[in-house]
């Protein structure tokens, strides 16, 4: 009513800070380091202090475009975790369209996804809430595969460590820079397979007994 | 007999090599940078001419280092391929011990081990032959299990891509790097036995049924 001219409602500010999420990314992808709010408005051709108003801190930018970034795979996540596929279904679907869709952000720019990469691993406290995330629903499908009987004996933490092991090819951006040509959908299945028949507590040989570890 | 005063035998040759290379292998952890031959000249305080004689070429100093950067884990691999031990036990020491041994070289050292990480990657032609050779060991390993009725109806090469993805935590030095605190021996036994159990040729449900898949 009597507010400043430019004043923008809530949802006016939501979809212009995406669009600038988005000119931040292809800034990153294009010149290969992290944007500052500085770049961003020239990016943008907008005042600084517009940028400002949007993004009280440098901090605030880059956890706007995590969010941006990571917004699909929790929409995956929860999506598998409320389905009512059969509980193996279920894992391969959380892990399977995940990596699809690294891969194809991979496929698209190489260059651009080590860029990422790279700013996630220097900022990876600010990643670290999605990696939390990526745990609470891992657990819930441990905790489901459990009541099927499956992973016996294995305390939630151990299962989703062993887990989290096991398939690290096809969740870590690194590997994906390193091993793409080599990951591929029927191997992950393979994977989840094994690990159904094959995860639970108890010790079956591969250890060495205590105090008689050769050489 | 009659040959120049300067001139050494070929195991004077190989010390002196093996000499330079700890040298170079030093600098490269100091620097965190390849080290050249004239880098290396300059360390060793000796003509350059001499450096030459020894390595021919920047890449036969390369291949030098990286020789003795893996021999360790050649000679583990080889014992275990060649002890008695039975087949789950051979698996957990072929990789627990080459495991033990570059996290001691890691914890010695976690910048130089990453300045290694990022020229093995530079350099991934000259390392090729050292990753082939793990495969035509684990390879070996491999068909073992399977004459013990493991790993059933899958083929060498398959069965090898996909131990070698529920692995990688503990071979892949970029893994080392990240999530170095998370990794432990008894957790690798785990996945061994995790293997052995579960791992053939067999499509148990986690793959989508052809035509069914979830949008």
């Known amino acids: 009513m009597d507010g400043p001219v430019d004043m923008i409602s809530p949802s006016q500010a939501d979809s ?9 990314m292809r800034a990153i992808g294009r010149t290969g380091e992290n944007v500052t709010r500085t770049a961003l408005a020239t990016e943008a051709r907008l005042p600084r202090a517009r940028i ?5 801190s ?3 930018l880059f956890d706007a475009i995590l969010e941006q970034w990571y917004a699909p795979a ?12 059969p509980i193996r279904r279920k894992f391969y679907e959380f892990f399977a369209r ?5 891969r194809a952000r991979y496929r698209e720019d190489p260059a651009a996804f080590a860029v990422y990469c790279e ?17 609470h629903y891992l657990s819930e499908l441990i905790a489901q595969a459990q009541e099927d009987g499956y ?3 294995l305390g939630i933490n151990r299962a989703l460590s062993l887990i ?8 870590s951006p690194y590997m994906m820079l390193i091993i793409e040509e080599r990951l591929a959908e029927d191997k992950l299945a393979a994977i989840i397979d094994t690990l159904f028949d094959g995860l639970r507590a108890e010790a079956r040989g591969a250890a060495p007994v205590v105090g008689l570890r050769i050489a």
């Not at 995940?98 to 690294?102: C, D, S």
């Not at 989290?164 to 969740?171: E, G, L, R």
Request: aromatic share 8%.
């Open 16 to 24: 212009e800070r995406a669009r600038l999420v988005e000119l931040a």
């Open 52 to 56: 400002d108003a949007l993004f009280p």
């Open 58 to 60: 440098e901090d605030e």
């Open 74 to 85: 929790i929409a995956i996540m929860e999506e598998a975790v409320a389905s009512d596929l």
């Open 98 to 102: 995940r990596f699809l869709r690294e």
């Open 119 to 135: 700013i996630g691993s220097d900022k990876i406290e600010n990643v670290r809430g999605y990696i939390d995330l990526a745990d």
């Open 151 to 153: 992973f016996a004996g």
């Open 164 to 171: 989290n092991q096991m398939v690290a090819c096809y969740t």
